[in-house]
């Protein structure tokens, strides 16, 4: 698997259960049962369950079969025995990220890996770092042995692979979490990126501001949702709002520059966006505007180290130790589970939003 990495950390031996099913089971399907409900041999049955198609391939009428009659008598994998055949001591939950996305740097992914470690329930398990192609994930999805996985969670995808996934992880039968997304059959850990933009413009506009510049990172589900609660409450208020992506510090500094030199009166609340916020404010600084005296600046994600900096904070922290949790409850067929799981976000006041001045223009201007 491309950029796999572990790291030695949780999971007892269970046997997997569906968190729906609230009945009472004396016996769990086994593959035999399997095999019998399909009119397939136990071979062709395993086959299929392995995503192998040695040494003759498997048609997708018959996967599809197999996979319906698995769902139909709530069948599950034994990973126990299924690692005991493979002379295993432990059980993997796997992180899927997307390739390039930097461990060592990135503070969100950083964060959220160290609680997910942090919060295990048992040593025995192991976490293993697994990445996939931006938009390819259906190769991801047909070179690896998902059932040597106990779960899988979902870090940061794209929108086409959240609705990929989503659409065949039945298929799989096993359980996967995505986190920092919302998805409509698997369970997610998220948090509420509505309330956290609302509570951002308000405090511009609580400081006299009518002119917000958003600074968004990228058009995916996260950036469409703070875009869409900023300029609604602009739209309530009448005040102006501009969208400018910029989806890291480079870019953030260029885009930030050119708007600077280009325009006469500029917006006077800027809210950025976590990975380009260091662009920007290098680029005001360059051009001798000040925070929070001509500019106010807000982030979502204070990733610049800068303490007075005003910020709405990820729950990042939270997230990965609700979602380790989910995870075990639904490998343990905890009963009426919610599969849904939205978390608020920290605000951080700071000292970066301030009251606009009247001669903001004017003070532009002599500067130079």
Known sequence: MPGKRSFPYLTKHYVYSNVNDVRETKKPATIKDLAENTGLSIA???RVLNNSSYPIPISERTRKKVYAAARDIHYRPNLTARNLRKKRKT??????????ADITHDAFIWTLISNLQKHRSNESIQLSLLSYLPGHINIFWEKTDLLSFSGIFVCIPADEDVLFIDSKQEETLIPWLFIHRTAQHCPYVTCDEKSAATTLVHHFFDAGHQSILFFNTRDDSVGRERKS?????CAKTGALFQEIIAKDTEEGYRKASALISQSHTLPTGWITNGYNTLGILHAL??????????????????LTGWPLLTSMEEPTAKMGARAIQ???EIIQGKKNLSKEETIPSFFHRGKTVGSPLLLHS???????
């Not at 001798?288 to 979502?300: C, N, Q, V, W």
């Not at 004017?362 to 130079?368: C, E, H, Q, T, V």
């Open 44 to 46: 062709t049955v395993s």
């Open 229 to 233: 609660a900023i300029q609604k409450e």
């Open 91 to 100: 059980l993997y939950l796997g992180i899927l990220l997307p390739t390039g």
């Open 326 to 328: 989910m995870m075990e």
């Open 285 to 302: 600084r360059e051009k001798k505007i000040r925070i929070p005296e001509d500019i106010s600046l807000a982030a979502f994600n204070n």
């Open 362 to 368: 004017n003070n532009r201007k002599k500067r130079g």
